[in-house]
């Protein structure tokens, strides 16, 4: 069980710096580059930066639980 959260704690980690580095900053960022410099009329960010904000907190998510699954499986053993 530790074997696989290390597994998929190192996947997510990797997964989270190219999500992070893939926002727009404050002079864009490399989104733009993939569609996301075009805006959605109702709001002030486009449908990609939506998207790309749902994937990176899912991601986090999953990360801070197996952060926590490992620490709990440390302090049992």
């Known amino acids: 069980m530790e074997l696989l959260l290390n597994v998929v704690l190192v996947i997510t ?16 960022g490399l989104s733009s580059m993939f569609g996301g410099a075009a805006s959605s009329s109702l709001a002030g960010s486009s449908v990609v930066e939506k998207n790309l904000n749902r994937i990176t907190v899912g991601t986090a998510v999953i990360w801070s639980v197996c952060i926590v699954g490992i620490g709990i499986l440390l302090n049992v053993s």
């Open 13 to 28: 980690s990797l997964l989270l710096i190219v999500l992070i580095l893939l926002h727009r900053g404050k002079g864009g």
